[in-house]
């Protein structure tokens, strides 16, 4: 079986550059920065103060009453999956072939440590019913199952930085497997917080230069000096191409191959001579028309 | 002591918080199940926080009985003067 082609139908994100897809691309094209110094007294004590917090609050634009119950990660991606489905034109879709495939690298820690706080402060009576449902990795995936009615499956790969990119190769792959027509895909996460600024610093991991912000995030630049915390969540609508084509459905693009290795090198560090990445046979699965 | 009105007041602006429904639609014969979307979760929610909100102790096994905003009323009305079993 050669597999079904999968198109893009659907886009959205929240970022620290603007609440939309639209406003943060065209931020980007502008050279905008949203890393920015945290002049908030928490953080005055941390060994990094920049990070890139989101441009708009998820709480200030979804329904008040749902959005306490879910981490602010799940609610980044609830925010840009609603940009996504109207995006794609909200398919039509059986709720039997529409899957979600969300994740993040660290889940709900907000929550986590907030209900730890709960607990310790007054005791395990006040720790809130939602918890678990907020801080589990797959809170986002489940979210949005729910929101949507898919039932194709509801999947969290977890694999830290890559998790959402990995989100979006298994949502190719079950349209392309033929188990949905129609996937929600991508990643979300929510960890500006003085535990995670301290982690990552505590890994050297994290770009220092307090000095300049907005230029601090250089990936692939011979003076980086690491990375910078960010939040959002960026989703996108996959479909076979065949259900795009039935239903007339925009498309912005094609995902005409994923590949996924592990280096199986080290925590931290990629294997110096790169040899997994150029060991993928299915990519691309075909040619482009 | 808190009079009736009181405790339904206080038990408006919980449910309104913890489950959404405006504060005028939380009257005593409205269900919270039923008519105010308060699930299984948002009970235990709203149960702990009227607890800290009005100072009575409401046990799980009795919240489970607390099914309109009316029963609720009158336990807590009855166990803040110790008449509640």
Not at chain 1, 143 to 151: F, Q
Not at chain 1, 236 to 246: D, I, N, P
Not at chain 1, 278 to 289: G, I, K, L, M, V
Not at chain 2, 51 to 75: H, Y
Request: net charge negative; hydrophobic share 45%.
């Amino acid at each position: 079986m050669s597999g079904r082609r999968v198109a893009v139908t659907g886009l959205g994100a929240t970022t620290p550059l603007g609440g939309d897809a639209e406003s943060s691309w065209s931020a980007l094209l502008a050279g905008k920065s949203g890393v920015r110094l945290l002049e908030e007294e928490w953080a005055q004590e941390l060994p990094v103060r920049i990070a890139a917090p989101a441009a708009v609050d998820p709480g200030d634009v979804l329904d008040r009453a749902a959005a306490r119950r879910l981490d602010r990660a799940t609610r980044l991606a609830a925010v840009a999956a609603r940009e996504a489905w109207a995006d794609a034109g909200a398919p039509d879709t059986d709720p039997v072939r529409l899957g979600v495939v969300v994740s993040s690298a660290l889940g709900g820690v907000t929550s986590l440590l907030g209900a730890y706080d709960t607990l310790r402060a007054k005791g395990p009576r006040r720790v809130s019913p939602v918890t678990v449902p907020m801080l589990m990795l797959n809170g986002a995936a489940a979210h949005l199952a729910m929101t949507y009615g898919a039932r194709a499956g509801a999947h969290a790969p977890a694999s830290a930085c890559a998790s959402g990119a990995e989100a979006i190769g298994q949502a190719a792959r079950m349209i392309r497997a033929g188990d949905a027509d129609v996937v929600i895909a991508g990643g979300c996460e929510a960890a500006v917080h003085p535990l995670f600024l301290s982690a990552f610093a505590a890994m050297t991991a994290l770009s220092g230069r307090e000095d300049d912000p907005a230029a601090a995030s250089r990936p692939f630049d011979r003076d980086r000096d690491g990375f910078v915390l960010g939040e959002g969540a960026g989703i996108v609508v996959l479909e076979s191409a065949e259900h795009a084509e039935r239903r007339g459905a925009r498309v912005h693009a094609y995902l005409d191959g994923v590949g996924t290795t592990a280096d199986a090198h080290h925590i931290a560090q990629p294997e110096p001579d790169g040899r997994d990445v150029a060991r993928r046979s299915d990519w691309p699965w075909r040619t482009p028309d | 002591m808190h009079t009736t009105d009181e405790i339904l007041a206080a038990i408006a602006e919980t449910v309104h918080e913890i489950a959404g429904p405006d504060i005028h639609e939380v009257q005593p014969d409205k269900s919270f199940a039923d008519d105010l979307d308060a699930d299984s979760l948002a009970m235990v929610e709203i149960t702990v926080a009227l607890e800290e909100r009005l100072g009575v102790a409401i046990s799980d096994a009795e919240a489970k009985n607390l099914v309109t905003v009316g029963d609720a009323v009158a336990w807590i009305s009855a166990a803040q003067t110790g008449v509640a079993a």
